[in-house]
């Protein structure tokens, strides 16, 4: 027998996230590194757990088995209850066969068991793909206060901004009295940010109704948010006011680690009363050699500095050999930097060796974008990687061969 919880959080946790491209090759986008010891995945379960949401659904399906590994029990965000905790839910099969998720309303449709174990009075429907902070219990106290049927997190993003987003027209109130799916002209500037409280009750009925419909794209901005509204629910848009970042471009995500950086960042980690919490394996303090040089950059534990390193974020692990020069670029976990390699306005993924010498990307300007290498990639002493290059598994086989 399970305990009744007020609330139970659905992650959605299995979006491919094509536009990382080498980054996601092997990994789902949630699960891809960010901030120098964290997981993009660890800030919406932190922020469960620093909103006392203890009960949380991860629904994986793209490349799950990083994510599912590094989740585990859930202990690193006090998620391992007896009555409660973290489960990862991919796709199963059922009596009536096995079925992948087909949209954010069909994965939360196919884990209503889930749900209703624990028989809660509200469930809030997150992405796992976002970094910020938010308080869901403020927004939960919000959506009770008005005896919203839904309460839809909303950010107010520029005019010119607006037409990418699922816009929010309200009243006074902040009762939603439209909802328009990426306006060419746009009434207002309320932005969608894909988190979601309803009522359970009134959730399954439309989500039952959604599945029942052979034309629905089971998803819940496309069909379920339209479909409530017509029906004249209490809907409410619920202004957050903090950081908030969608990384799911190559340029957002390496702007967003850059956001951490500086005396002042725009976005905070070393928040003591808003801890975001992660899985990392202990490793030594990082080392700075006598003649290296650091200068605006975060370093993570277990790193091994002898060159020079500005404006960069370095995961743990990394090697920086001497005379190699790092500089606006984010470096994950395990990379080894050889003896006089450069690398400049980049994103080098996990395990990668870059040979002595070689040059990875040119320093920024507007005119040039930023080169990705993706994981467990060796790059060869004195290699000259053009700026804006996506290096994966394919891209060296084509090099072997001349084809670059």
């Known amino acids: 027998m399970y305990k009744k919880q007020q609330c139970v ?13 080498a980054l996601t090759e092997k990994t789902a986008k949630p699960a891809v590194p960010f901030g120098g010891k964290y997981r993009i995945i660890d800030f919406p379960l932190s922020n469960c757990v620093n909103s006392h949401i203890y009960t949380v659904g ?30 990862v839910l991919p796709p199963y099969q059922g009596k009536d066969g096995a079925d992948w998720y087909k949209g954010t309303a069909n994965a939360i449709y196919q884990n209503l068991d889930f749900i209703r174990r624990y028989d809660p009075d509200y469930v809030l429907v997150l992405s796992g793909d976002h970094i910020y902070k938010m308080d869901y219990a403020a927004m939960l106290r919000e959506h009770k206060k008005n ?17 990418r987003f699922g ?49 629905s794209s089971n998803d819940f901005g496309k069909n379920i948010i339209p479909a409530m509204l017509a029906d004249g629910c209490k809907m409410y848009a619920y202004p957050f006011e903090g950081y908030w970042k969608d990384v799911g471009t190559i340029a957002s995500l390496w702007k967003a680690n850059m956001d951490l950086l500086g005396d002042e960042p725009e976005f905070d980690l070393r928040d003591k009363n808003w801890k975001i919490y992660s899985r990392n394996a202990a490793m030594p303090p990082h080392h700075v050699g ?5 200068s605006n950059s975060l370093i993570t534990e277990g790193c091994d500095i002898e060159g020079i390193v500005e404006n960069s974020i370095l995961f743990s692990g990394v090697k920086i050999e001497r005379g190699a020069y790092i500089k606006d670029s984010v470096i994950m976990s395990g990379v080894t930097v050889k003896e006089g390699a450069t690398v400049n306005y980049s994103i080098i993924d ?3 060796e870059l040979g002595r010498g070689c040059v990875i990307g040119r320093t920024r300007n507007p005119e040039e974008e930023i080169t990705v290498i993706g994981s467990d990639i060796k790059i060869d002493d004195g290699d000259d990687i053009p700026s804006g290059s996506m290096v994966n598994g394919a891209w060296i086989e084509s090099k072997k061969v001349g084809q670059i």
């Open 167 to 215: 816009i929010m027209n309200t009243d006074e109130d902040g009762r939603i009295l439209e909802f328009e799916e990426k306006p060419a002209h746009p009434k207002s500037t309320n932005a969608s940010m894909g988190i979601y409280i309803f009522g359970r009750e009134l959730l399954e009925k439309y989500l039952i109704a959604d599945e029942a419909d052979p034309n």
């Open 350 to 352: 996990e395990n990668c």
């Open 147 to 163: 005896g919203a049927d839904c309460t839809i997190a909303v950010l107010n993003v520029s005019l010119e901004e607006a037409s």
């Open 9 to 21: 959080a659905m992650l959605l946790a299995g979006g491919q996230g094509s536009r990382l491209y």
């Open 290 to 294: 006598e003649k290296a040089k650091i």
């Open 58 to 87: 991860v629904l994986t399906q793209y490349q799950p088995l990083v994510l599912n590994e590094y989740i585990g029990n859930g202990q690193p965000w006090d998620l391992d209850r007896m009555q409660s905790g973290v489960m």
